[in-house]
């Protein structure tokens, strides 16, 4: 399992910004995909999964309204568009891949992670 | 969606065992199996050592373990060695269909 992700970066508070995840070495289709964050020298935070057909999507409350997950499975790409960005919003941004062929598992891959700084 | 309670930090020697507790609710720990847990060295990115309670992932040492009852799951590190000095995390599914951690524990080895 691979998943690499992208597009962190220095984003003044009320922008946006679109992280990218490539997936790789795994039917991406058939597993269902979560965000993660944590921020500078805080615990990990979930903030939102996808189903494999990109049809069922839920928020943690702290996002809802202003993140939308989404995925390309023709290109094996989850995505993440973060949108009226807030200062607490700086995190490390990790992809991770669900397992739901038993009762269920959050996270059983993880991505390195990508930066977001929300700072004027 | 307020985190699981897990204890700030534990600590132990070489060779001994220690437990780090997450305690939930009824409506995420208390209802489901879909309990985890991640270990995070400085500076890497989580790794899964139990999920669904009890299960170890292949290449997770048979020294750590898990278990739940009611509303609180726990970890238990046997015979602790160096390398697992880390923050661990615990996670579980919600009857909101949302998923949540554990505030975080760090293991010091003495």
């Given at each position: 399992v691979?998943?690499?992700?992208?597009g962190?970066?220095?984003?003044?508070?009320?922008?946006?910004?679109?992280l990218?995840?490539?997936?790789?070495?795994f039917?991406?289709?058939?597993?269902?995909m979560?965000?993660?964050?944590?921020?500078?020298?805080?615990?990990?935070?979930?903030?939102?999964?996808?189903?494999?057909?990109?049809?069922?999507?839920?928020?943690?409350d702290?996002?809802?309204?202003?993140?939308?997950?989404?995925?390309?499975?023709?290109?094996?790409?989850?995505?993440?568009?973060?949108n009226?960005?807030?200062?607490?919003d700086?995190?490390?941004?990790?992809?991770a891949?669900?397992n739901?062929?038993?009762?269920?598992i959050?996270?059983?891959?993880?991505?390195?992670?990508?930066?977001?700084?929300?700072?004027? | 969606?307020?985190?699981l309670?897990?204890?700030?930090?534990?600590?132990?020697s070489?060779?001994?065992?220690?437990?780090?507790?997450?305690?939930g609710?009824?409506?995420?720990?208390?209802?489901?199996?879909?309990?985890?847990?991640?270990?995070?060295?400085p500076?890497?990115?989580p790794?899964?050592?139990?999920?669904?309670?009890?299960?170890r992932?292949?290449?997770?040492?048979?020294r750590?373990?898990?278990?739940?009852?009611g509303?609180?799951?726990?970890?238990?590190?046997?015979?602790?060695?160096?390398?697992?000095?880390?923050?661990?995390y615990?996670?579980?599914y919600?009857t909101?269909?949302?998923?949540?951690?554990?505030?975080?524990?760090?293991?010091?080895?003495?």
């Amino acid at each position: 399992v691979k998943l690499v992700e992208s597009g962190g970066g220095l984003v003044k508070p009320g922008g946006s910004l679109r992280l990218s995840c490539a997936a790789s070495e795994f039917t991406f289709s058939d597993y269902y995909m979560s965000w993660i964050r944590q921020a500078p020298g805080k615990g990990l935070e979930w903030v939102s999964y996808i189903s494999g057909g990109g049809s069922t999507m839920f928020y943690a409350d702290s996002v809802r309204g202003r993140f939308t997950i989404s995925r390309d499975n023709a290109k094996n790409s989850l995505y993440l568009q973060m949108n009226s960005l807030r200062a607490d919003d700086t995190a490390v941004y990790y992809c991770a891949r669900d397992n739901w062929g038993g009762s269920g598992i959050l996270a059983d891959s993880w991505g390195q992670g990508t930066l977001v700084t929300v700072s004027s | 969606q307020s985190a699981l309670t897990q204890p700030p930090s534990v600590s132990g020697s070489p060779g001994q065992s220690v437990t780090i507790s997450c305690t939930g609710t009824s409506s995420n720990v208390g209802s489901y199996n879909r309990v985890s847990w991640y270990q995070q060295p400085p500076g890497t990115a989580p790794k899964l050592i139990i999920y669904e309670v009890i299960n170890r992932p292949s290449g997770v040492p048979g020294r750590f373990s898990g278990s739940k009852s009611g509303n609180t799951a726990s970890l238990t590190i046997s015979g602790l060695q160096a390398e697992d000095e880390a923050d661990y995390y615990c996670s579980s599914y919600t009857t909101s269909s949302t998923w949540v951690f554990g505030g975080g524990t760090k293991l010091t080895v003495l």
